[in-house]
Nanobody, 121 residues
């Protein structure tokens, strides 16, 4: 299984970016896909997740109202739409996936390589 994240870049505060995560090798019909992020010197932080069977989502409080997670039903791609970006959103963003859903924020098995998001103030 490979997860390929893309879409990061440099953006001014208040701007928007959309990250994509394309999965290959299997589907996650009983599981979930998610986004995490890690800023320099900080712990990895959960951002958002999508449960594949229902399409339901869970968004971290720190980004709720600004970020949304969605999927492309034609394939196995998950998106993270990030609006009204803030300097503190600067981090490497990782996509993750798991085969079985039990919790929103833990037990992810597969990880992508990360994509850098830099928000200038």
């Amino acid at each position: 299984v490979q997860l390929q994240a893309s879409g990061g870049g440099l953006v001014q505060a208040g701007g928007s970016l959309r990250l994509s995560c394309a999965a290959s090798g299997r589907t996650f019909s009983s599981g979930a896909m998610a986004w995490f992020r890690q800023a320099p010197g900080k712990e990895r932080e959960f951002v958002a997740a999508l449960r594949w069977s229902s399409g339901s989502t869970y968004i971290a409080d720190s980004v709720k109202g600004r970020f949304t997670i969605s999927r492309d039903n034609a394939g196995i791609t998950v998106y993270l739409q990030m609006n009204r970006l803030k300097f503190e959103d600067t981090a490497v963003y990782y996509c993750a996936a798991k085969n079985q859903f039990r919790t929103w924020m833990a037990d992810y098995v597969y990880w992508g390589q990360g994509t850098q998001v830099t928000v200038s103030s």
